[in-house]
């Protein structure tokens, strides 16, 4: 029981604080938005206040399933910014490995919040 109080806050905490890097360093996800994304500096605040809503959603116990299930299909819905970043670390011949591992890392976040539901 502990184990999994301890899962929840993490993943809570998890993604309040990346809602809050779109807001604090925007620059970096815009440089990530693939150039099909229409309106990206809209597009980034409105997946930080996702993300913060979903981190806040996720800790409370009667809208943790719902919050899992937004989770996973914001994790579906930026999994194309991140196979750019990788293309684009490619290209550049940085970062290349953090990129690239950070691919099958969104698969293990989808399992990590499908157990939440």
Known sequence: MILQWISVILMGAF???????????????????PKWVPAPEQVNVFVGAVDILLGLLIIIPQTRSLAAWGVIALLIAVFPANVYHFQKSLKKGKFVWPTLIRLPIQFLLIYWAYSMT
């Open 15 to 33: 993604y309040m604080f990346a809602g809050y890097s779109h807001f604090r360093n925007p620059k970096f996800f815009l440089k990530i938005t």
